[in-house]
């Protein structure tokens, strides 16, 4: 059964559960079993035209529905968490979520690739890191190593979830410039510059690794930094912690 997290503000309406269990197959079918065991709730979830209100924001894993292609029609596995998250002014209910295991995980991939293309000498596996980092940020959905902590790594709970208040932006833009290093080192080896390639291959290698092993996202400081230029884009200024 998928587990829908109710927050603290609401368990008052669902007899003080922190988490309820429910059988469906959507997510609007999970938040239907939720009010039909919680009425109470209802109100607090849904307005009058049985939508959900504006102040209530709803994450499959580390993704809010409105932004899913399906939005609550998006099929839920037994294996899925639902998290209700009500807006409160000044409070972090106004920030997205990301699972920062789907990022180490990415960055796992990304060093074992990279450090078996050295090795093997295989500068065709460089462009294809390339490739998916490429495509997974400029299409999030379709990310195929984050794919592979979704549906291979966390149901059987081999990698747990960390879910934590967070932007995806800065994430998504420190991947696209991994991508693009890997990308200019894939030019570099068809020019016959292998040098460089691999100097850029291991720069790419070292950054993910900072991030894997210390938690440092140069990419996203890079972002942060551009916020503070007010450049156009970088428009998420950095969560402090006291407010996470």
Known sequence: MAQVMIPTPLRAYARGQKTVNV???TVDDALSALTATYPDLRRHLFNEEGKLRNFVNVYLGEEDVRYLRQQGATAIRETDTLSIVPSIAGGAGNERKVDHSAIRTSQAFVISLLVLAFVADAKWLVAFVSAVMLIGTMFPDIALFKAVYLYILKPPKI???DVRVDHP????FAQGVGGTFLLVATLAFIANVTVLGWVLSWIVVALAALN?????CVGCLMYYWLNRLGVPGFKYARIRQDQA
């Not at 894997?212 to 440092?216: E, N, P």
């Open 212 to 216: 894997l092993f210390a938690g440092i």
């Open 159 to 161: 990698v747990q979830p």
């Open 23 to 25: 059988s469906a197959t």
């Open 169 to 172: 932006e800065p994430h998504l």
